[in-house]
């Protein structure tokens, strides 16, 4: 199965776009709006991965050239590689929370106040907020699980790249 799946890599991208759509749904129509969670800055920044990701993925859906898709999904690689490190470092955060739990500035207060090179070390140093535990599902926290859906859609995307076949992207579909 496996085999059939990667001979098509755009159906690959494509799937992988629209399980980043569901998730973003999931968190901003659910987890954000019927539950109530607000997103720490740290959460902001893996939306905004997440987003990155599935609109890389959909552009590669979309190309009609090998060497388009393969470009699309090599950068969707990179940014799945940023979210997962802000969830790993979240998650961290999660397991060693800071001994003065403040919940610190907002990202777009970060970003109004300060320059841009003191802003992302102060969203990566997280706060009180980032470490608190909300919501859990089968053991693990948000960042916990953005963590593991980023790992999947890298290994996922480079088993893509590395077993399609070499034809024209004709006949990817």
């Known amino acids: ?28 129509l659910y987890l954000q709006n019927v539950v109530g969670l607000e997103p720490c800055p740290m959460c902001i920044v893996q939306r ?57 500035r907002d990202l777009y207060g970060m970003i109004e106040s300060f320059p841009l090179q003191r802003a992302i070390p102060m969203i990566f140093k997280g706060s009180g907020d980032c470490s608190a535990i909300d919501w859990t599902f089968l053991g693990g926290t948000i960042a916990n699980w953005s963590f593991v859906w980023f790992v999947i859609f890298m290994v996922v995307i480079l088993a893509a790249l590395q077993k399609a076949p070499r034809r024209t992207a004709w006949s990817m579909r």
């Open 48 to 104: 905004y991965a997440l987003i990155i990701v599935g609109v890389f993925c959909a552009l590669a859906a979309f190309s009609r050239s090998m060497a388009g898709w393969r470009l699309w999904g090599l950068l969707a690689v990179g940014m799945a590689a940023f979210g997962a490190f802000t969830a790993a470092r979240q998650s961290w955060l999660q397991w060693h929370p800071p001994e003065v739990a403040t919940c610190g």
């Open 1 to 28: 199965m496996s085999a059939s799946l990667f001979a098509r890599p755009r159906r690959v991208f494509g799937a992988i776009a629209l399980i980043c759509l569901a998730m973003l749904a999931f968190g901003i």
